[in-house]
């Protein structure tokens, strides 16, 4: 990978108890660019992703050896403020997750939080981060509705706003279209591909095409390794390793 | 689905080397009645044209949807790019075979007057036999590259598509001989400098398979001189 990385793991290990989850894991995430994540189910995308942000924590069986740096700085140091660190790396999950509050208040609810109370300053977060997600010309004259009455589509844009309201450098993105038809698909398909002119995106997902359509770099993980990773058009035009090509050729998995 | 799709493929593969071997027996039939002034054979080899045609629409569109229905990546998205063109490669030789059946005709000495046949013809067609000879050996290898996955046969091809080029000017300046020292036959010996072009382009048609084949296999782009 020639651009410069946001993250990288060195010999990254992690065990859900006596489970060998993630095995010896060394990659790095360029910035500015969008990675995927593939692989069967159970092969440790999503745990892999949610070392990212140390959202394992909340785990109390977990174990995890080796190094995880996130711009220079290992984010398993003790000491590490896991909160400003979740503020820079953020996430969106599979299944949008709107608080039950206003659109306004979902977007407004994280810098709020981070100490930012001036209303007009807030109000300007809350549309730069809509408009960012792709949905300001959806709900500006809604903003004050609940959040829940919106599509699951838009759900989740209003969830990746939200994300963005507090100014991430990382985008965590776990399966973010499962629970989506194919429009809001595209939707979200194309805010991804906006994302990265700013954002470092990494996106664990199970379709296929969707990695192919939407990143520049492509990891594909089997039991817990890395078996590959590179670029996208590598990856599906011709992978060097015959597990990724069995894998992407739907031969098992 | 996965195994659906590679039973659909495969039988798409087999259906294709099928259509291969058509479009090279157009070709091999076409010089066969050049060679003997069998013009019944070449009658033969034009009719042919529509079958081969209508295989290259059924299997073309037999490629554009298993892309549709299954997006293929990696082996097998270069085993259905690879496949479109041997179809194309396919069809163009057996275009090829279909032109020179038609030059039979026109050069027969059945077909003509005393003045066509008293015009030599053994000189220039000692060597369009063979440069047919080689051209369809080529093709038969990619053939057999394509559907075996048999690099080693295309490995050379570079060589023998020299050679192939080598023969085409020879016949050109035999041809051009002829023509200077006798001006009637100025229509045989033009026709003998074009199916020595047309034999040329079926060779390259060839190459252009073998390229194909070993993108197919290694995900890596040849070009072939």
């Known amino acids: 990978m020639t651009s410069d990385c946001i993250i990288s793991t060195h010999d990254l290990n992690l065990w859900y108890g006596g489970k060998h989850a993630l095995q010896s894991v060394t990659m790095k995430i360029p910035k500015n660019k969008v990675t995927a994540l593939i692989g069967p189910s159970g092969c440790g995308k999503s745990t892999l992703l949610r070392c990212f942000n140390r959202l394992n924590d909340l785990i109390d069986s977990v174990k995890i050896t080796g190094g995880i740096l996130f711009d220079g700085q290992d984010i398993q140091a003790p000491g590490t403020d896991v909160v400003a660190l979740r503020k820079k790396v953020g996430m969106v999950f599979q299944k949008p997750n709107p608080f039950p509050k206003s659109i306004r208040e979902n977007v407004a609810y994280g810098p709020r939080i981070h100490g930012i109370t001036d209303r007009y300053a807030l109000d300007r977060i809350v549309e730069e981060s809509l408009r960012h997600a792709a949905l300001w010309d959806e709900v500006k004259d809604r903003l004050d509705d609940s959040a829940l009455g919106l599509s699951g589509g838009q759900q989740q844009r209003l969830c990746i706003a939200r994300t963005l309201a507090v100014e991430p450098d990382v985008i965590l993105m776990d399966e973010p279209c499962s629970a989506l038809d194919p429009i809001a698909t595209a939707k979200i398909e194309n805010l991804i591909d906006l994302l990265k002119r700013e954002y470092t995106v990494i996106i664990v997902t199970h379709n296929m095409q969707q990695a192919a359509r939407v990143s520049d770099f492509t990891g594909f993980m089997y039991l817990g390794r890395l078996v590959e990773c590179g670029q996208t058009k590598q990856i599906f035009e011709h992978p060097a390793d015959e597990l990724t090509e069995n894998y992407i050729t739907g031969r098992f998995g | ?225």
């Open chain 2, 1 to 225: 689905m996965a195994e659906k799709f590679h039973a659909e493929l495969d039988t798409l593969k087999k259906d294709t080397v099928k259509m291969a071997r058509f479009g090279r027996s157009m070709l091999r039939d076409a010089v066969d009645a050049m060679v003997r002034q069998d013009t019944q054979l070449a009658e033969s080899v034009v009719a042919r044209k529509e079958k081969i045609h209508e295989l290259e629409v059924e299997l073309e569109e037999r490629c554009y949807q298993l892309i549709a229905l299954y997006q293929p990546m990696a082996k097998d998205m270069r085993e259905i790019a690879c496949t479109l063109k041997v179809i194309t490669a396919s069809l163009r030789i057996g275009r090829y075979g279909k032109v020179i059946a038609k030059i039979v005709n026109e050069i027969s000495d059945a077909g003509n007057g005393p003045a066509i046949r008293s015009i030599p013809r053994t000189s220039p067609m000692m060597s369009i036999p063979h440069m047919a000879d080689l051209a369809i050996d080529m093709i038969d290898d990619a053939i057999e590259a394509y559907d075996t996955s048999t690099l080693r046969l295309i490995e050379d091809f570079s060589s023998r598509d020299d050679t192939i080029d080598a023969l085409r000017h020879s016949i050109f300046r035999e041809g051009i001989t002829h023509m200077m020292e006798n001006p009637r036959s100025l229509t045989r010996c033009t026709h003998f400098i074009m199916v020595a072009r047309y034999l040329e382009r079926c060779a390259d048609h060839a190459c252009n398979i073998a390229e194909n084949v070993h993108y197919m296999e290694t995900g890596e782009r040849i070009e072939i001189h």
